[in-house]
């Protein structure tokens, strides 16, 4: 039985919102992970996964970005399943020299992290000052595409157009420096 | 189902991903799922960026340009953040002030006998007595020859006769030693 405080109340609302994004990004997540693994138990484990880590970490994330961070883990856990599964003989290994080896990945992580964000925060003063707008107004001030519209004075598939093309940029920006990150964290589990 | 050209399919994404895609819609968009990889590979990337762009520093606290550029939500969103530093170091000026103003006030309103140095009067007789006493050995210079002669002189009478009268001279306020002249007054009348 809880009781909801003014202290605890922020944190209940926020594990309620949580959990019904998950409960609505449930049946997409499905889908995407079937797509991706071979079983349904897999896929089933893969959830829980998700939800633990869900859990775990949530508070963390920003709102905006909540759904889509449930999307990433759930293909993080896939590619983990892959290799886990290709690499079983040297699971033992791995979990042998975990305990030494994790405080050195925790701050590799840290410093790819750091680096990656530095270089993010520089590819968007790169971006047009229009998408600059609009990339600011729907991440970080959480406005719609037809309020983004309304307010710039553009058509909402513009908003939209716009929107995606400078995702798709600072992707392209940061897919170099995200295969030496995979590189290196695949060299670290052999 | 496939109507849609892949750019339309992206955007699909997007509007997902941000929790905007009209429900009607979301039927299609998962039957889309799971039948192309290359839309879940997609919606997985897109993800991606969405988290980093999100977790990211805003380039409103970076590239303060880019606040003067676009809405009043905005430039109200920069002021608000620069003004709630510059309060904290308002705040902090302010009791640094405070405290030195307080030390300063209870430094002078502090009763000033405290600031005073002790004086002469503050001192124990005994303490005055045993200073005189050693005034006045010090100034002796012992040698061998004279050690005999200094041993046979009566210098507890000498000295603090010297020095009484010393301080008589110099002091107006010598009723403090009364008692201690009359002694040796009267020391002088049994001996003699």
Redesign the interface.
């Known amino acids: 039985m809880s009781t909801k405080t003014p202290e605890n109340a922020e944190h209940e609302d926020s594990d309620e919102a949580w959990r019904r994004v998950f409960l609505e990004s449930q049946p997409t997540l499905r889908a995407f992970l079937r797509r991706r693994l071979a079983q349904e138990a897999d896929v089933e484990d893969c959830l829980q996964t998700v939800f633990i880590k869900l859990v775990q970490r949530g508070d963390q994330v920003p709102l905006v970005a909540r759904r889509a961070w449930l999307f990433r883990v759930a293909a993080n856990e896939c590619a983990r399943h892959w290799r886990d599964r290709s690499t079983t003989n040297r699971v033992l290994v791995k979990q042998a020299t975990y305990e030494s080896s994790n405080h050195s990945d925790d701050h590799l992580q840290r410093l790819v992290a750091a680096e990656t964000a530095e270089q993010l925060l520089q590819s968007i003063q790169n971006l047009p000052e229009n998408w600059q707008a609009i990339l600011r107004l729907r991440i970080h001030e959480n406005l719609t595409f037809q309020q983004i519209a309304d307010q710039l004075q553009i058509p909402l598939g513009t908003a939209l157009t716009q929107m995606r093309r400078a995702l798709q940029r600072l992707r392209e920006d940061l897919q170099p420096r995200q295969d030496e990150a995979s590189e290196s964290e695949r060299g670290q589990e052999q | 189902m496939n109507e849609l050209s892949n750019?339309a399919w992206?955007?699909q994404c997007?509007?997902?991903?941000?929790?905007?895609l009209p429900t009607e819609r979301?039927a299609e968009?998962?039957?889309r799922?799971?039948e192309a990889?290359w839309f879940?590979d997609e919606?997985?990337?897109?993800?991606?960026?969405?988290?980093?762009?999100?977790?990211?520093?805003?380039?409103?606290q970076?590239?303060p340009p880019?606040c003067v550029?676009?809405?009043d939500?905005?430039s109200h969103?920069c002021l608000d953040s620069h003004s709630g530093s510059s309060r904290l170091v308002l705040l902090a000026i302010t009791l640094a002030a405070s405290v030195m103003i307080a030390f300063v006030v209870g430094k002078q309103t502090r009763d000033p006998a405290e600031n005073t140095v002790p004086n002469a009067a503050t001192f124990t007789e005994a303490t005055l007595v045993a200073r005189a006493w050693a005034q006045s050995v010090s100034v002796l210079q012992l040698d061998e020859e004279s050690l005999s002669e200094f041993a046979m002189n009566d210098l507890v009478l000498d000295g603090p006769e010297e020095f009484f009268t010393r301080e008589t001279e110099s002091d107006a306020d010598d009723s403090a030693f009364a008692w201690i002249v009359a002694a040796i007054d009267d020391g002088d009348q049994i001996d003699g």
Do not use: N
């Open positions: 750019e992206r955007e997007l509007l997902y991903l941000l929790g905007e979301l968009f998962e039957a799922l799971g990889d879940g919606l997985a990337k897109m993800a991606e960026t969405i988290q980093l762009v999100a977790e990211a520093p805003t380039p409103c970076a590239s880019l550029h676009d809405a939500v905005d969103a």
